[in-house]
């Protein structure tokens, strides 16, 4: 019988990112159903939070009034997160064999941050720290213009102007379960942002990054996703 070709990602780490509702969660579950069935053990992960630390630092990151938080406070935060979670999770169980499938990791802050104006090597630079060598294996992001992740999440983005730029630094974003208000406080022109740097990640990210178009059948796009796996150098 001949190997599944997905036997290749055994004791790699692939982080699923993107725009808000380019349908990570559902690929998410899919491409771990497909691992299971080629006979692989598996590892989800989420970031931020993960962890019972991780998830404290989640508390306060969504359910505390970030308005006089720094910026690189809160950037700190997410990294602390990151920290604990590779610690805690996800360097046990490369070491193990397994495959870690994460939701979300730096990509996101490279790209949320950095769409609020601040420098993304700067966070590259603070990423290196935070998890040393343990980057992903190969990061996929699931490509779909903010208009149709906004329908199909039902949230509508406002047309009003930014107010500050620490007001709009949109970490807070990377949250599956951030409050409708703070998503839709954010102009469409941000979201346009977050695209497009996503797009550009792979020139600045220190391991592989591959792009795939989120827009069709759950179906269509994981089968997208396995053909970018099976070309990717990793």
Known sequence: MA????????GKFLVFDGPDGCGKSTQLGLMEAALRAAG???????????????????????????????VRCEAFLFMASRS??????????????????????ISST?????????????????????????????TI??????ELGFERT???????????????????MMFADVRTD?????????HQRVRQLFLKLQDLYPRPVVHVDANGSREAVHARIIEAIDRATL
């Open 110 to 138: 490279c790209a949320y941050q950095a769409a609020a104006g601040f420098d993304a090597k700067r966070i590259i630079e603070l990423g290196h720290y935070a998890v040393g060598q343990t980057w992903p294996a190969l």
């Open 40 to 70: 692989l053990p598996v590892t989800m992960a989420k970031d931020p939070g993960g962890t019972d630390i991780g998830n404290q630092i989640r508390h306060i990151l969504l359910d505390y009034d970030l308005s006089k938080m720094d």
């Open 3 to 10: 190997a599944s070709p997905l036997a290749r990602l055994r």
């Open 182 to 190: 703070a998503m839709e406080s954010r102009p469409l022109e941000f």
């Open 154 to 172: 039902g949230r509508v983005p406002s047309n009003a102007a930014p107010r500050r730029l620490k007001d709009t630094v949109g970490q807070r």
């Open 84 to 105: 604990q979670l590779v610690g805690e999770v996800i360097d046990p169980s490369l070491k193990r064999g397994e495959v870690v499938l994460c939701d979300r990791f």
């Open 141 to 146: 992001i699931l490509d779909l213009p903010p």
